[in-house]
């Protein structure tokens, strides 16, 4: 079974440069129109399902591409929520967003609580959609920058580099393991170089 991991379309907090997080803001007029060009990309691929976060700007992008599709948009799954950064959300950062919490960022999201959220939810995606769709169906997963980066690193057991809007990460689930296909569309072996 694959898993097409989607990040959202662009919002207005994405062109300025804010940490969006947990905070539910909709798609702008550039998301929407990444949301189709991400349909035509998907429109071979035969997928089975799609599903989301339940924030906006991620369920907006994932409606998009199913009514595109033909294919029913299915659930939202809370583990797929986007890091949250608590105080910080709305704010452009001047430095880089560390791991875990310290001083700077004393009440962000810890890396390991956000990393085990998203393979929860690639694990629910799977048991959920498996007697559904068969091994060897293709379900797109809409949802956010920082959980899906981690998640790949996670897999990859190496670091991932920003994700962009609207861009497919393919993992696969075979013999018992996950891998990772691509990364920001690209296989995963030009992604690393």
């Known amino acids: ?14 062109r ?7 905070s539910d ?3 702008n ?3 929407r129109a990444q949301a189709v060009e991400t349909a035509a990309v998907l429109a071979d691929q035969g997928l089975s399902a799609i599903v989301s976060s339940p924030l906006m700007r991620a369920r907006e992008t994932a409606r998009i591409i199913a009514e595109i599709l033909d294919i029913d948009l299915g659930a939202s799954y809370d583990d797929l ?3 949250d950064y ?16 310290n001083a700077d960022f004393a009440d962000i999201e810890p890396r390991e609580a956000v990393t085990a959220r998203g393979m929860r939810a690639i694990v629910e995606i799977r048991d959920t959609r498996l007697p559904l769709d068969g091994p060897d169906a293709t379900v797109a997963a809409v949802c956010h920058g920082t959980i899906i980066r981690f ?16 861009a497919i990460n393919e ?4 013999d018992g393991a996950w891998r990772v296909l691509s990364v920001n569309g690209s296989p995963v072996v030009e992604a690393r170089a």
């Open 16 to 22: 300025d440069g804010r940490l969006q997080g947990s």
């Open 151 to 166: 998640v790949l690193s996670e897999i990859l057991g190496e670091e991932i580099p920003h994700i962009h809007n609207a």
């Open 29 to 31: 007029d550039t998301g």
């Open 25 to 27: 803001i909709p798609l």
């Open 86 to 101: 608590a105080s910080l959300e709305g704010a452009v950062p001047t430095e880089p967003i560390p791991d875990e919490p």
């Open 171 to 174: 993992i696969e689930w075979a």
């Open 81 to 83: 929520i986007e890091r």
């Open 1 to 14: 079974m694959r898993i097409e991991l989607i990040r959202h379309g662009q919002t207005d907090w994405n």
